[in-house]
């Protein structure tokens, strides 16, 4: 037996590393929620989880008063058995963002001992389907930005080999995002795939018009095009249009991803791993959309997804956004347009103790 002799949680902020807008919100602070648990064979596994600004002080409660204290004394290879335990405990507020969120903090910590104890890396262990997965921008694609911004991000994008970029829409008029796009087109031409990101805000009429306008530009996925719990809208847009409907950042268990696969309403998923609750969510997600023959490009976390991406046959893209380079001693080695995976036992995160102690909230 590997028993849990210890668990702890803690809070720390993380100031964004460049100003991020779109069309609902912006980029305040990434509120890192980091869960530690050590067994009595010697090893400690970090998992974490996030919010963009608010609710983490929300996860950090349920792991204290909740979670945590369920876990020592439990065998730390039973994953399956204590993510269901847990969900089970806490039955009163699932399927929701914060429970979610708290299990994905426990759940990658005890992914990340799995792979300590078998001394081995995170994307071998979870499939090990191949090390290397192609990456796409974001960070030169916020709303705020002019046309001009738009085309030197793609640009620069593409001179360093990255497979595309991705920009958020979401401008006043449809003829507004339709003219970005266009002159982002011009610019790179057509070796580059151009992905657009509407955050959630529009009505099925608003997207269904967006959409026929950006048609022309061959766009690669039209990403939350509309609220997230609208799958009959979604499914209707994946019909009115050639380009595919991209959903998932938004969703917090695998059987909301059933739902819109099942109904034909989304053609890449994008399962965020902290918000489904954890790698093993993730994966049966990941799964299910190869069953469905569909892609997966994961939200954000660019750090940790580049393992599941690479260890499943669905997956298409790593989203680019650096977000933990406060707290870590290495950055995510891009070679070719292509993030690797780290090779070594765990979850293949750097992490500079002093730096996060230094940001920890009291």
Same mark, same amino acid.
């Given at each position: 037996? @590997?028993? /849990?002799?210890? #668990?702890?949680? *803690?809070l720390i902020d993380i100031?964004?590393?460049? $100003?991020?807008?779109? !069309?609902?919100?912006a980029f305040l602070k990434q509120e890192t929620i980091f869960v530690h648990l050590a067994t009595d064979d010697g090893l400690e596994g970090i998992g974490y989880s996030y919010t963009i600004g608010t609710g983490g002080r929300a996860v950090l409660s349920m792991l204290r008063d909740h979670l945590l204290p369920a876990l020592p004394g439990r065998d730390a290879r039973e994953i399956e058995a204590i993510w269901r335990d847990l969900f089970a405990a806490t039955r009163a507020t699932t399927v929701g963002a914060i429970t979610s969120l708290a299990l994905a903090a426990v759940d990658t #910590?005890?992914?990340?001992?799995?792979? %300590?104890?078998?001394d081995e890396p995170l994307w071998r262990l979870a499939g090990?389907?191949?090390? &290397?997965?192609?990456?796409?921008?974001?960070?030169?694609?916020?709303? *705020? %930005?002019? @046309?001009e911004d738009l085309v030197q991000g793609a640009l620069a !994008?593409?001179?360093?080999? %990255?497979?595309?970029?991705?920009?958020? /829409?979401? =401008?006043?008029?449809?003829?507004?995002?339709?003219?970005? /796009? #266009?002159?982002?087109?011009a610019a790179v031409g057509p070796?580059?795939?151009?992905? $657009?990101? !509407? &955050?959630?805000?529009?009505?099925?009429?608003?997207?269904?018009?967006?959409?026929?306008? %950006?048609?022309?530009?061959?766009?690669?996925?039209?990403?939350?095009?509309?609220? #997230?719990?609208? $799958?009959?809208? *979604? =499914?209707?847009?994946?019909?009115?249009t050639s380009i595919p409907v991209a959903v998932g950042e938004s969703m917090y268990s695998v059987g909301q991803f059933r739902d819109y696969l099942a109904r034909g309403a989304a053609s890449v998923v994008q399962a965020d791993v902290a918000r489904v609750g954890g790698i093993t969510p993730w994966?049966?997600? !990941? *799964?299910?959309a190869e069953a469905f023959n569909v892609i997966v490009c994961p939200h954000f976390l660019m750090e940790l997804h580049v393992s599941l991406v690479a260890a499943v046959p669905a997956g298409a893209y790593v989203e680019h956004?650096?977000?933990? =380079?406060a707290i870590t001693r290495a950055e995510l080695p891009i070679e070719n347009g292509h993030a690797i995976a780290p090779d070594v036992p765990g979850l293949g995160i750097a992490w500079d103790r002093d730096a996060m102690d230094t940001l920890r909230v009291a």
């Open positions: 037996m @590997t028993k /849990i002799i210890s #668990a702890e949680t *803690h100031p964004v590393e460049t $100003v991020r807008t779109d !069309a609902v919100q #910590a005890l992914w990340d001992l799995r792979c %300590l104890r078998a090990g389907f191949r090390q &290397n997965v192609p990456v796409y921008d974001t960070e030169g694609g916020w709303l *705020h %930005l002019s @046309t !994008a593409r001179e360093a080999g %990255l497979g595309g970029v991705k920009i958020k /829409i979401g =401008r006043p008029r449809a003829e507004e995002d339709a003219e970005r /796009i #266009a002159a982002v087109r070796g580059l795939d151009i992905m $657009v990101d !509407a &955050n959630q805000s529009m009505t099925y009429a608003e997207a269904r018009r967006r959409a026929h306008a %950006l048609e022309p530009y061959g766009v690669y996925f039209f990403e939350e095009p509309l609220p #997230a719990d609208d $799958v009959q809208g *979604h =499914r209707e847009l994946a019909r009115s994966l049966k997600v !990941a *799964h299910l956004i650096p977000q933990l =380079r």
